[in-house]
């Protein structure tokens, strides 16, 4: 076997809405729960930045193991790819603040939403922050169209960089979940809706769901990519041996 089989692949597109079906299902059954799951240093958003951790990890391995045509391309989009995950990973510690019991400069308490050490949480920061999670969602989410659309025959970076379909859904949730939470906030704003305040049916720390996803995503697409390459080199050893 060169290649994940069709249930594989189905397995990965499948866990995408099975992981953001329970968490769904959580905030209804036990909203307490739900909330104390994704509060700031919650097991939520421990899971994002081990999964933004070994995406880093995976995305060097990948870089690694890069020749061919274009191979100095793809090697730095895939290490620029490591080096962000791992900030990624570590702005979600908040750069052991918490850790290692530092605490928030005066800088940073003026300057940041929730007084942490990271730079996500700046101001400036926060005002782009939703759309640069749906723009990173929709790339992520739709970039194996490039497949069959031919785009990756005629590009070997496209090919290399594209997602498959089976990971993008992990994506497109993220995308979708913070899209949601721009539009709530614009009815909030323009029509006066309450939504977005603790206790209502959409809240702000949502989007530690989707971050999940995200996480996720980067966390799939990777490990699926190094699993097939290995497969092949598999493959072709034994080829040659017989």
């Known amino acids: 076997m060169t290649s994940m089989s069709?249930?594989?692949?189905?397995t990965v597109f499948l866990v995408a809405g099975l992981v953001f079906g329970l968490l769904l299902a959580l905030k209804i059954a036990s909203p307490?729960?739900?909330h104390r799951f994704i509060q700031e240093d919650g097991a939520l958003e421990t899971i994002q930045a081990a999964a933004y951790f070994l995406a880093a990890l995976l995305a060097w391995r990948v870089a690694a193991t890069r020749s061919g045509p274009?191979?100095?391309?793809i090697?730095?989009?895939y290490l620029a790819l490591a080096c962000g995950l791992l900030f990624v990973a570590i702005e979600e510690i908040s750069w052991g603040q918490r850790l290692f019991?530092?605490?928030?400069?005066?800088w940073f308490r003026r300057h940041s939403s929730q007084n942490e050490i990271n730079i996500h949480n700046l101001y400036p920061v926060q005002?782009?922050?939703?759309?640069?999670?749906?723009?990173v969602g929709l790339v992520g989410g739709l970039s194996w169209l490039a497949r069959p659309l031919g785009l990756a025959d005629r590009s070997a970076f496209i090919r290399e960089v594209a997602t498959q379909w089976y990971t993008s859904a992990y994506f497109l949730i993220c995308?979708?979940?913070y899209i949601g939470l721009e539009l709530a906030k614009s009815l909030s704003d323009r029509y006066g809706i309450a939504v977005l305040r603790p206790g209502d049916v959409i809240v702000w720390r949502d989007q530690e769901v989707g971050e999940t996803m995200l996480?996720?995503?980067?966390?799939?697409?990777?490990?699926?990519?190094l699993l097939e390459e290995a497969r092949l080199a598999r493959s072709t050893r034994l080829a040659e041996a017989g």
């Open 75 to 77: 090697r730095f989009a």
């Open 70 to 73: 274009s191979s100095g391309l």
């Open 101 to 106: 019991d530092i605490a928030t400069p005066e």
């Open 175 to 177: 995308s979708l979940i």
């Open 32 to 34: 307490d729960t739900y």
């Open 215 to 225: 996480a996720m995503g980067f966390l799939m697409f990777l490990a699926t990519k």
């Open 6 to 10: 069709p249930w594989e692949k189905r």
């Open 127 to 135: 005002r782009v922050l939703h759309p640069i999670y749906i723009a």
